[in-house]
């Protein structure tokens, strides 16, 4: 591929949304060509999908929800992270797999050796198509709670409280560990403009 894949992961309002446009537009001013998107969704198929696993008033067993992600992850890389990356672009991905190994894999008591059929059904819905480099935006979830309370709890993850924001978060940090060479830990307590600058710096690695 030519283009460059990045993905930001991280406990829920860690502030990926809110980085991953600062970084777009800070590529796009240097005169990149990017594609912003995000999982679930990314496509009119993907997004209906979203509707589903993200709807407060389902009940969804575990391996419905990765079936579901995993569908969704198939339609959003062959439409568009596929077709972007052969053409050369920087694709910023808000949520990708390192989600589903955690929220469906390491949260539900599995540990990061015990992920081989998340990470195969993830090869089969990516085409084999792996980040360049991710960033997990990680935080106290107690420190985020403010945030978070400001906005109200609008989804079915966000509704299942502390304990598990805190399984989140050392989900993400176990695999961070596992793959210190693509996944990189940014401390997103610091100020909007301190987490940009580290992130952009990693960014720049990447692309040279
Ligand atoms: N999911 C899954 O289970 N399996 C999968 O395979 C995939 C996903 C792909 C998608 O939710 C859900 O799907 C997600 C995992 C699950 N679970 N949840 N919840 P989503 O995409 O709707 O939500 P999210 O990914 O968690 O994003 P978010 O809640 O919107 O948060 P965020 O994007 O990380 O944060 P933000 O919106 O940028 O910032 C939150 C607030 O903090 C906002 O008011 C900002 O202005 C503020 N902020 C941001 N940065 C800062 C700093 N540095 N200082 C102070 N304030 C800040």
Known sequence: MKGKFITFEGVDGAGKSTQ?????????AEGKAVVLTREPGGTGIAERVRNIVLDVGLQLSVRTEALLFMAARSEHIEQIIKPALM????????????????YQGLT??????????LRNL???????????????????????????????????????GL?????????????????????????????????NEQIFTLVKNLLG
């Open 87 to 102: 053409a050369g672009k920087v694709v910023l991905c808000d949520r990708f797999c390192d989600s589903t190994f955690v």
């Open 163 to 195: 304990d598990f924001q805190e399984n989140l978060r050392a989900g993400f940090l176990a695999l961070a560990q596992a793959e210190p060479q693509r996944i990189k830990v940014v401390n997103a307590l610091d100020s909007v403009e301190a987490v």
């Open 108 to 117: 539900q008591g599995k540990t990061v050796t015990e992920l081989d059929s």
């Open 20 to 28: 991953i446009k600062l970084i777009a537009d800070r590529l796009t």
């Open 122 to 160: 993830n090869l089969q819905a990516t085409d084999g198509i792996m980040p360049d480099l991710t960033v997990v935006l990680d935080a106290d979830p107690k420190e985020l709670l403010l945030r978070r309370d400001a906005r109200g709890v609008t989804d079915r993850f966000e509704n299942k």
